[in-house]
């Protein structure tokens, strides 16, 4: 079993559309999650921190389920622009470093 | 301020070759990371660095080596470069307080 597994996907949806992903994580000692965003081909960047209150930034909602080792993104009216692979990352203690990134999932987004 | 910066960003090598990729950050970070990407497939982490001086090993290490002689620089080498070895690879830095990755361009790496 790895170690942070998402949907595999893809989602293909309309404009303006709901969408939600899945991560769960197997380390019960994991202190710090994320989700970041990669378009084709280029690298990945943070679109954000997931905490245990759960946060909101604009369209998007990230939630922190320790009970069930699972993390979620929401992404509310969707755009064009939004089409992108979404990667969650679980990061072990913090002094450890360790950081193991799930395999993504794709999103594309159509008119 | 660059960020953090990967060099070469293309390459080809013929099997058996060996090469040194180099990774710089500029933000003073702990931590820095080595990671690849084959295509369709998430970034599996190859060796990490908690520290001048210090390297750990991830999660697909074999074939790799590292060095981090100064806090800035994160080398990975490829001894003895294999078809296998055909991937993007990206470098990232953060600090030890905050969890967020910051990640160089990548190097696209072709091993004939």
């Known amino acids: 079993r790895k170690e942070v597994e998402q949907d595999p996907g893809p989602f293909n949806v309309p404009e303006g559309a709901t969408v939600a992903f899945n991560c769960t994580y197997s380390?019960?000692?994991?202190?710090?999650f994320f989700w970041y965003r990669q378009d084709c081909r280029k690298e990945p960047k943070l679109l954000m921190s997931?905490?245990?209150s759960g946060n909101e930034d604009g369209r998007f909602t990230a939630q922190l389920n320790r009970a069930s080792q699972y993390i979620s993104l929401l992404i509310r009216d969707s755009k064009l622009s939004d089409s992108a692979t979404y990667l969650c990352?679980?990061?072990?203690?913090?002094?450890?470093?360790?950081?193991?990134f799930g395999d993504g999932t794709t999103l594309t987004v159509k008119p | 301020n660059a960020g953090v910066t990967q060099t070469p960003k293309f390459r080809v090598l013929k099997t058996g070759q060996s090469m040194t990729l180099l990774c710089a950050q500029d933000?003073?970070?702990?931590?820095m990371y080595w990671y690849r990407q084959d295509p369709g497939m998430g970034l599996r982490l190859i060796h990490y660095?908690?520290?001048?001086?210090?390297?750990a090993k991830g999660e697909v290490p074999d074939g790799y080596n590292v060095s981090r002689l100064k806090k800035q620089n994160f080398l990975l080498g490829l001894e003895s470069a294999a078809p296998s070895q055909t991937s993007v690879y990206f470098c990232?830095?953060?600090?030890?307080?905050?969890?967020?990755?910051?990640f160089g361009p990548g190097t696209r790496l072709t091993v004939l």
């Open positions: 380390n019960s000692a994991s202190q710090s």
């Open positions: 997931v905490y245990s």
């Open positions: 990352v679980v990061n072990e203690d913090t002094n450890a470093g360790k950081s193991t």
């Open positions: 660095s908690v520290g001048e001086g210090t390297t």
């Open positions: 933000m003073n970070h702990e931590y």
């Open positions: 990232a830095s953060r600090s030890h307080t905050v969890g967020e990755q910051f």
